[in-house]
Every structure is written in C-alpha cells, then in structure tokens.
C-alpha cells in the first residue's frame, strides 16, 4: 500500500460529460502529481501541484483541469469527454521540495471510460 | 532529463536473479536514476533510487557504474509476482518540475 488513495476506482461515462478524479497523498507530502495512462501512449505526465499551488504542466489538455485543496487532496476534472480519453488516470505524491530526491509514490488509479 | 534506453522484454526463472539493464549515457551529474515498476495497470510502484553509489533495500539492488552511463536493478531472486514492466528513469536533483517522465521501459516475465 503506496499510502495514496484514488476514488472511484472506476468510472464509466459518456461522450461530452464532465468527472472528477479525487486523490489523497501520503500523510505528510506536499506534492501531488497527476499521469494518464492508455494504452497506445504509456504513462504521461498531466500536472504537478505543490502546496496549493500549479509547478509543472505536461501533456494536459484544455478541457482538463486540476487543483489541490488546502487539506492537500486533489481533485483532477475532465470535460467534454471524448471516446479518446479512455484510460487509467494515476495520482502521485511526494514530500516538501527540500527532499528533493525523495520518489513519487503511486496511487493504484481510477480506470475512466468513455462511451 | 537524460534519456534511457532498456530492452523492451526479458525473461526470468523463477528463483534465479533478474538482471535488468539500462542505458542513460547522457545522464548528468545532478541526475539520479529511479527505478519502477507496474505491474498488470496497478501503479507504479517504487523499487529504488541512486546517484553514483551501489543502492539495496528488501526489494532490490542498484548497481550504477563507475561513469554513471549505465545501470542493473537486480532482483536477486524472482518470484512470478515480478512479473511486471520496469522502468528505469532519470530524474534531476533540483528545480521545481519534479514529475518523472516514463519511458517504454523492459517487461519482464518470470517463468515457472
């Protein structure tokens, strides 16, 4: 047990509606990492929050969005699904920035479809 | 980041040690090397970290050679639950971008 929590482990949906993907980081870390998984693209990297606060974005698109809650969970929302946004949504944590080679640990994600 | 090279699959036999190389000539000196692994869409789980020294903990050892271009995860005896995709990453010490960015990485099948 990673000690990140995902919920809904899975969710179907269909095509132009709108879900939110929750996550729990570890007790204590600060950061919190969001990855999309399907299959023909292996795990990519969405977004990173820290504190409260946006730190990287990676390959998200504009009908998704994030934000992390002062209690640290996170919330991940996906609109305007499309069949093409299919996939494993994985969250991630890791302590504050001054542990800077700490890893990330993983979450066991939320399977999203899209029909 | 640097980027890593590792075979795409490998096989194991049960009980022997698994060997799983990776390639990461570019890797500069702040860089370190992470290793994953996911198995069957489960997340990826942490396995273990380094620098420029030889790392081991319960579940693995790292071996990073002297120039630091490569590195081995060895499993030192598999079982078929390391049946499982493992990716080798590298990742800088600093800056504020702290995401891990995944490769293809080698499956790795355990044979009974």
């Known amino acids: 047990d990673s000690g990140v929590t995902q919920t809904p482990k899975h969710l179907i949906t269909a095509t132009g509606q709108r879900v939110t993907l929750r996550c729990s980081p570890r007790s204590g870390d600060l950061s919190v990492y969001w990855y999309q998984q399907s299959l023909d693209q292996g795990l990519q990297f969405l977004i990173q929050?820290?504190?409260?606060?946006?730190?990287a974005k990676g390959n998200i698109l504009e009908r998704f969005s994030a934000q992390q809650f002062p209690d640290l969970h996170s919330e991940l929302n996906l609109s305007s699904l499309e069949l093409g946004d299919s996939a494993l949504y994985f969250c991630a944590s890791s302590p504050w920035e001054g542990q800077l080679a700490s890893p990330l640990h993983f979450g066991n994600g939320t399977r999203l479809t899209v029909t | 980041d640097a980027k890593t090279t590792q075979p795409p699959s490998m096989d194991c036999a049960e009980g022997r040690a698994a060997n799983l190389p990776c390639n990461h000539s570019t890797i500069s000196g702040n860089e370190y090397v992470y290793w994953y692994r996911q198995i069957h869409s489960q997340g990826p789980q942490y396995i273990i970290h380094?620098?420029?020294n030889n790392e081991t903990n319960e579940m693995a050892s790292l071996i990073i050679t002297e120039d630091r271009k490569s590195s081995t995860l060895i499993l030192p005896h598999a079982t078929l639950r390391d049946t499982a995709v493992y990716y080798c990453i590298v990742r800088p010490r600093g800056g504020s971008a702290r995401q891990l960015t995944f490769g293809s990485g080698t499956q790795l099948t355990v044979l009974p």
């Open positions: 380094g620098l420029k």
């Open positions: 929050y820290y504190n409260g606060e946006e730190r």
